[in-house]
């Protein structure tokens, strides 16, 4: 019911997800960043714990892969899920289990990942990935990634609606949280409305106050 796109910006070291569905507040489980760690998208029978576990085992261990491996080992219901994460390095690991519902898949490279399942088809995830490729390397990741969801959503899309009801962008900056995490839940065209919410986060006067919260001294984090 969900596709995303994970990637990183090897010229800031920027993570970044956007993800799309016809369900409902998917930014609230699909999307995990972490400022100099790496990013997680879990989605299908969505278990939010692999994208938590998952940035903690990247913070601990940094390979993708592995990470990717021993998740899969610790969830029982793996065969039900999807999820596709992206490492400090830009490496991508991807999962697709076999009871995800069709069309289901997933395309992996270096600091570039695409996922969907109940998707009109594999269309869906080569528009994705080749609208993010062919787009201006000099935009900033998150314009990057709306063209790519966009180019999946006039690719069909999830095949049980004709279009998205609910999507997510976050972005990772210099601090332990995101730079941005924008969502629209239960429109019509909620890919659509993301984008011009994206738009508007460009302005100015937004930017100059996102660099302001970027300054925030970090607090003590051990409790005696």
Partial sequence: MTFSIVAR???NGRFG????TCHLAVGSTVPHI?????????????????GICGLERLEQNGDAQDVLETLLTDDVLRDRRQFHL?????????WTGPECGDWAGHRSQSHLSVAGNFLVGEEVLEAMEQAFLMSDPSWKLGRRLMFALRAGEAAGGDRRARAATSAALQISGDVAFPLL???VDFRDDAVQELTEIYERSQDLWIQQWRDEMAEIPMLNRLVA
Wanted: no cysteine.
């Fill in 181 to 183: 995490d924008l969502r």
């Fill in 34 to 50: 972490r400022s100099g760690v790496g990013a997680v998208a879990t989605q299908a029978h969505t278990n939010p714990y692999l």
């Fill in 86 to 94: 992206i490492d400090l390095h830009g490496r991508t690991a991807s």
């Fill in 9 to 11: 910006d090897p010229q």
């Fill in 17 to 20: 997800v956007a993800v799309a």
